[in-house]
């Protein structure tokens, strides 16, 4: 048989990663992408990227991210990959330094690196505040040089729409649809990766990019992939509220120093320049001495809802703190954190610089994801996963700049593991289900645009953001949770009813939504559904009514598999590995 | 009080061979507020101020925060970004148009592969040996990285190739933006192998001869990228590579 | 492949096409053209601005001038590769380039912007005007490289009227500004001054050239109009 063909999906760092490894080894790709893969939501990633490198005479070790992020993760994460992944790390920076990344530098010409939440240790190399964008940048230019010497073929403005299962559950192929002539075609292959992100459009308003919809994940969850840890969702603390979308604040603005702080009196009419400073609460480090500022996200989040919702310190009563760059020279602020600074001035029209930032916590990652095994593959033969999709890495609580890291390495996993699974697989048998499975997304297509009744798919995904927002982020009740499921299946009844009013068959995006937004609807519940099952609070799962992390019960990951039922989801629990350290509690407020 | 609004005219073109027409929509005003936010609106109850029933606009847009570069658009006939256009700095009616220099899609939407084309064309990568470890990278100075790291922060929005007169079918001119990433690579320790090539590839029809520098490129671009000083570097060093060819050959 | 729905979908049309990377010729061709602009075009500028200078001494030393001049070894062969052929191929090539440009400057109003568009009908109006010119003063009438003496007058004729020392009043500005502006695009596509700073200095040197050159250029026309040489006599042939 001819060369083996492997399908990656997304373009994205971990989409790219793969599909670097398997085009050096020689297997050829198509590559599918929503977006032109440069647009990928990588490209948002601002702070950094964690390695080890140990740089700063600090005696940082491989070891020692590995614990940061097992503690971080509140012990969720199965330790095996999250070792190799830490182990891994450092020569992954050296790879993208070799690429023409342009990380920033000492001195002597070493990279530099900076601190992030959740460690004592400066342990994160950074591109200024545009990290992501760098480093999809550099993987883009390799897949660009494999494109050009033919052993790539991109398919861009082609969405994902299924997997091509066989009669005995094995990956074929994908189906996708061409956004521009909404051609429905499926596409062979021996394995397939999906390397399609987070889920932020599930929460309506988020920090993710408009693709970030799981619509893809939520195909093939639908398919019988299973989905694990969906209840964890990272609502990072420093975000910029907006009218679209909820603007990222990096980390690295508190890496760098940044202070977080309210007046001490509530409601304060002062200029805030002019307020004293020992009038102003600095909650963080008051309550953290020993991170500070750079506790991870969850604990940052939560702490910033208290003073708000509780303590009523909001800037002017609104939901808001302050982020405090001020303090910095200026010089040292553009050269490290220009491009994040410069984003808040254009969209906020005050200078970060003088005046200190308006941020408030804003919904950011999916920890969980696709379930897959130490290889990367879920349980569906031949379907593998990598990058945010999947659930491996960040266990309850993601730190932060090692998701970067995550999607390099877990697409460095897929890629190799892919192409060795494909090499054994046996041919399949007549088209392997394509044509049956394309008569069924035509099917789906043709009752979608010949619906009749009143729904509008953008006011039911307002809806649904709205009440995952409020019920299913930061702080979650059974009852708000329950509400929210029932929410959810109502949206899914009057999803039935969706009237297109665009029916054209020619880049139709709002056809192209309404196909996404019943997946994000069936993805929405398993969200909802494990968050209500895990009766604890682990990381970024916070119950106020089950305030303590549960191990004897939930030191468990949540397996989710779709029914088709009314009641939803079927969910199990499975052990997670531990071999390498032990759990303790997790107390960043401790002075030890 | 009546209820403050804001008025978009918004050209639409359901194909590339369909008549292009203007649509008039009233929206409620909302504190920032920017162009991509009223599109959503737009979306959610698509009817027109005459009271038509219309169809959701087609455009491009993603990261939401000028980075990913989807969102170029003419908005009051200027290219830039619709996610950082804020309502409350545009004149009203705010007009906005697809971009007029590439082949148009739908709506707002316009195919602007010819860049990816472009940057294959000039090589523009580091040539690694292979992702295996091989050590860390060449060393660089801080003066170094931070001559690089503007280039390197080309989004792809195509700006400065819409604002460009000279980018157009006649002159098949490459464009402001891939000649700032042929110095990028030209200035990397690894990817200046490539130097003499990128070089060459720039002097062919199309090349950075085509550019009348109406600076327009250094005005539009949303990142500030110095695209200019770009063009005069690469374009000494074209001249030099081609006169040193032409001596040796 | 199995497929669903026919393709009838509507074709895009076709956009600017990619570099064609180290093919064709045309980088010589207006790189030939830009330097021809400063060499021998701009050389030649300034020689004539300089020679029409002497008429503000008078008619004999603006003669003695011609004279000179048309004395030089092989005049005719410099004339004629110097000067015309020079000149042909940058006002023919210019023309294309204009051609192939689309301004925008209705849209993008900016000062980069209007000195592309200005450069190029400054171009246009010095090429118009060099072919009346040329063909009036050069090849037709009175014929100055035999009769060198006879140059004032019959210049001072020409500007007699006063549409024709209109049109010499705009193309003098306008050859002025052509230059010095294209001394400056050379400078800067040609990587002599690649930064923002040595761009800007050497603008203001440019504008300082341009106005020098147009001042120098309208005293030289105010030598034959003004009151200073009225009817200068006309040499016996």
């Known amino acids: ?592 | 009080m009546a209820e403050r609004t804001v008025v978009f005219e918004i050209k639409r073109q359901a194909s590339p061979d369909a008549p292009s027409v203007w649509e008039r929509f009233e929206l409620p005003w909302r504190p920032g507020m920017n162009v991509i936010s009223a599109m959503m609106e737009i979306a959610g109850n698509p009817v027109t101020c005459e009271g038509h029933c219309t169809t959701p606009v087609a455009y491009d847009s993603n990261c939401l925060e000028e980075i990913c570069g989807s969102c170029a658009m003419r908005i009051n006939g200027k290219a830039r970004m619709a996610c950082s256009s804020l309502v409350d700095n545009l004149e009203q009616p705010i007009r906005v148009e697809p971009l007029s220099k590439f082949p148009l899609v739908r709506d707002l939407q316009v195919d602007r592969s010819v860049l990816f084309e472009n940057l294959k064309k000039v090589k523009a990568w580091v040539p690694i040996d292979g992702t295996y470890d091989l050590g860390s990278g060449p060393r660089l100075t801080p003066q170094e990285q931070e001559a690089n790291y503007p280039l390197s922060n080309c989004i792809s929005c195509t700006c400065c190739m819409e604002v460009c007169p000279q980018f157009n079918v006649e002159t098949g001119f490459v464009g402001a933006a891939t000649i700032a990433q042929v110095k990028l690579f030209n200035n990397h320790p690894t990817g200046k192998v490539f130097k003499e090539e990128r070089l060459r590839a720039l002097s062919g029809d199309g090349g950075i001869q085509e550019c009348g520098y109406a600076q327009n490129c250094v005005q539009a671009c949303p990142k500030q990228l110095p695209l200019t000083s770009a063009i005069s570097d690469v374009g000494r060093e074209v001249v030099v590579q081609k006169v040193k060819d032409w001596l040796k050959s | 492949m199995a497929t669903a729905q026919p393709t009838s979908a509507p074709q895009l049309q076709r956009g600017v096409e990619p570099l064609r990377a180290a093919e064709g010729s045309s980088f010589l061709w207006r790189k030939l053209h830009s330097l021809l602009g400063i060499l021998p075009l701009g050389a030649f500028l300034l020689e004539h601005l300089l020679s029409n200078f002497e008429a503000l001494k008078g008619p004999l030393a603006y003669g003695q001038q011609v004279y000179f001049l048309n004395h030089l070894p092989l005049v005719r062969v410099l004339e004629w590769v110097f000067i015309f052929l020079p000149l042909l191929y940058h006002a023919v090539y210019g023309v294309s380039i204009w051609l192939r440009g689309k301004s925008n400057v209705v849209y993008y109003p900016w000062a980069g912007n209007w000195m592309y568009t200005l450069q190029r009908y400054t171009g246009l109006i010095a090429f118009a005007y060099l072919i009346q010119h040329l063909w009036r003063e050069r090849f037709t009438g009175v014929m100055l490289p035999e009769n060198p003496y006879y140059a004032f007058h019959k210049v001072q004729m020409e500007l007699a009227n006063p549409w024709m020392l209109a049109i010499y009043v705009v193309a003098m500005i306008a050859i002025c500004w052509h230059f010095s502006y294209g001394v400056w695009l050379f400078a800067a596509k040609w990587g002599i001054t690649p930064g923002v700073t040595a761009r800007r200095r050497f603008g203001y040197v440019c504008i300082a050239l341009g106005l020098l050159l147009a001042v120098a250029g309208l005293a030289s026309i105010y030598a034959f109009v003004g009151p200073l040489y009225p009817n200068a006599p006309v040499p016996n042939l």
């Open chain 1, 1 to 592: 048989m001819a060369t083996r063909k492997i399908i990656v999906v997304g373009g994205g760092l971990a989409g790219l990663s793969a599909v670097i490894k398997i085009a050096e080894a020689g297997g050829t790709v198509d590559l599918f992408s929503i977006v032109p893969v440069k647009r990928s939501h990588s490209v948002c990633a601002q702070g950094g990227i964690n390695a080890a490198k140990n740089l700063k005479g600090e005696g940082d070790t491989t070891a020692q991210h590995f614990d940061d992020t097992i503690y971080g993760g509140d012990f969720l994460a199965n330790q095996t990959p999250v070792k190799a992944m830490c182990e891994a790390a450092p020569a992954i920076i050296d790879l993208l330094d070799r690429m023409g990344v342009p990380f920033n530098r000492t001195p002597e010409g070493l990279l530099d690196f900076r601190r992030f939440g959740g460690t004592l240790y400066h342990r994160t190399a950074f591109a200024g505040a545009t990290t992501g964008q760098q480093l999809l940048y550099a993987l883009d230019e390799q897949v660009r040089r494999f494109e050009a010497e033919g052993k790539v073929n991109k398919f861009e403005g082609w969405e994902f729409l299924s997997a091509i299962l066989d009669g005995k559950g094995v990956a074929r192929g994908i189906v996708a649809m061409n956004l521009r002539t909404m051609e429905v075609r499926a596409f062979p292959a021996d394995a397939i990766i999906l390397a399609t992100g987070g889920i932020g459009a599930l929460f309506g308003k988020s920090t993710n990019s408009v693709v970030c919809t799981g619509s893809a994940q939520s195909a093939v969850f639908q398919q019988g992939a299973l989905y694990a840890n969906g209840e964890f969702i990272q609502v990072h603390p420093t975000s910029i509220p907006g009218e679209d979308k909820l603007r990222l604040m990096s980390e690295s603005a508190r890496g760098e120093g940044g202070r977080v702080w309210v007046p001490r009196t509530p409601g304060d009419k002062r200029p805030v320049r002019s307020i004293p400073e020992a009038e102003r609460f600095y909650f963080l480090e008051e309550w953290y001495p020993k991170y500070g500022n750079l506790v991870p996200r969850d604990v940052a989040t939560r702490a910033i809802h208290k003073v708000v919702y509780q303590l009523g310190l909001g800037i002017d009563g609104q939901p808001m703190v302050y982020l405090d760059l001020t303090h910095i020279d200026h010089q040292t602020l553009d050269r490290k954190l220009g491009g994040i600074l410069e984003i808040y001035e254009k969209f906020v029209g005050v200078d970060p610089h003088v005046e200190p930032m308006k941020i408030f916590p804003g919904m950011h990652y999916t920890m969980g994801g696709l379930w897959v095994d130490f290889d990367q593959m879920t349980n569906l033969p031949g379907v593998f996963a990598a990058g945010e999709c999947e659930y491996q890495y960040h266990g309850a609580n993601r730190l932060g700049a090692n998701s970067l890291v995550s999607c390099i390495y877990g697409g460095f996993q897929a890629g190799p593991n892919a192409l060795r699974y494909a090499k054994d697989l046996p041919v399949a048998e007549g088209d392997g289900g394509a044509a049956a499975e394309v008569a069924r997304q035509s099917e789906i297509n043709k009752k979608l645009l010949s619906n009749e009744g009143g729904e509008n798919p953008f006011k039911l995904w307002r809806e649904l953001g709205q009440t995952m927002t409020e019920h299913v982020t930061v702080t979650r009740y059974n009852k708000g949770l329950q509400a929210a499921d029932e929410k959810i299946v109502e949206l899914l009844d009057r999803y039935q009813r969706i009237n297109l009013s665009d029916k054209s068959q020619w880049a139709n995006t709002s056809f192209a939504f309404a196909r996404q937004l019943k997946n994000m609807l069936e993805l929405a519940r398993t969200v909802t559904l494990g968050a209500m099952l895990r009766d604890e609070s682990r990381g970024a799962h916070y119950k106020p009514d089950f305030p303590d992390r549960n191990d004897e019960r939930f030191l468990k990951t949540t397996k989710a598999s779709f029914t088709g039922a009314v009641e939803g989801p079927r969910i199990e629990f499975e052990a997670v590995d531990t071999q390498f350290i032990p759990p303790r509690p997790r107390r960043y407020d401790a002075a030890s």
